[in-house]
């Protein structure tokens, strides 16, 4: 107990956040075309949909400071699957719809509706106030790639940077039977169940500053097989605690940037120490 009370004393800024919280950073203004050009992802973070056996979609997300990106990839209109965006405003984890929840729909058309998810009565070929492109077509080659931008004046949001957050629920749908969601345990109808988005005001990677004169950066983050540790002056031990405290990993550098293995890791939340800076790691 003593070695834990001393580790959240060196780094207080340590906070344990649930496995399925999806992390929305700052990063470039993607073309919305429905393709995904080199490159134009790599700064955002994704999550995965489960629709049946191994057949997965794929949802990468970030912001900009005034709007919210998505693109959901893979196995769309081949498996007649829809992508849609509920959105929680103000995170109010109600069990029913309120007026500051959203549901955007795009198949064929694109479709939006405040306060109640499946109304398809304001559904447009190219809306006025945001994008989701391209749409399906009946016949034609199978879309498999779908952009999205949801400004933050259309949605209510007002984002002041740094950390805030809102409720989230990503999914896929036929609109008729299925509803294959992340989280997959989260429900269309119960705002509830759905994750926190949390917006971040920097990239998909974490700065922290040790000591006067230093910004060390972790990324990426979250982190698979492995992540990196760049900064002018770093140095020393890096040093990986689960959320026990218990001590899971120590590497000794001399130079940076460094590569530290998280392949050995269990998905979940965990601290990285360098020197005097501490870093909040998630593990997929």
């Known amino acids: 107990m003593k070695k834990l ?3 959240y004393m060196a780094c207080a800024s340590f906070n344990v956040t649930h496995a399925q919280d999806l992390h929305i950073y700052s990063g470039t203004v993607p073309v919305i ?7 134009e992802w790599n700064d955002s973070d994704s999550c995965q949909i489960a629709i049946s056996g191994s057949l997965k ?21 081949s498996a007649v699957r829809c992508p849609e965006v509920n959105l929680d405003i103000n995170n109010s984890k109600s069990t029913s719809w309120q007026g500051d929840d959203w549901w955007f729909h795009a198949s064929g058309t694109d479709c939006e509706n405040n306060g109640a998810p499946n109304v398809y009565s304001d559904c447009l070929a190219v809306q006025p106030d945001w994008e989701a492109v ?3 077509v009946s016949g034609g080659a199978n879309e498999d790639t779908v952009e999205m931008r949801l400004p933050f004046s259309k949605i209510g949001f007002a984002y002041s ?10 999914d896929v749908t036929n609109t008729f039977s299925a509803w294959n969601m992340y989280p997959s345990t989260a429900t269309v109808n119960d705002p509830s169940t759905w994750a926190n988005g949390i917006f ?19 990324y990426p983050n979250p982190a698979a097989g492995q992540f990196f540790i760049s900064g ?13 405290g218990k001590m899971v990993g120590e590497q000794t550098v001399s130079a940076f940037p460094a590569v530290v293995d998280a392949s050995v890791l269990s998905p979940g939340v965990y601290m990285v120490q360098v ?10």
């Open 5 to 7: 009370v001393l580790l």
């Open 33 to 39: 075309d429905g393709i995904i050009s080199p490159g």
């Open 57 to 77: 979609v794929t949802v990468r997300f970030k912001h900009d400071g005034s709007n919210l990106y998505f693109v959901y990839y893979n196995h769309l209109e």
């Open 134 to 136: 391209p749409n399906f």
């Open 161 to 170: 940077g740094g950390i805030d957050t809102i409720g989230l629920a990503l």
């Open 200 to 218: 971040y005001n920097y990239a998909a990677g974490i700065k922290d500053t040790g000591k006067p004169g230093d910004e060390i950066v972790l």
């Open 232 to 244: 002018q002056n770093s140095h020393g031990k890096i040093r990986v605690y689960d959320i026990t």
């Open 275 to 284: 020197g005097g800076a501490c870093f909040k790691l998630v593990k997929k």
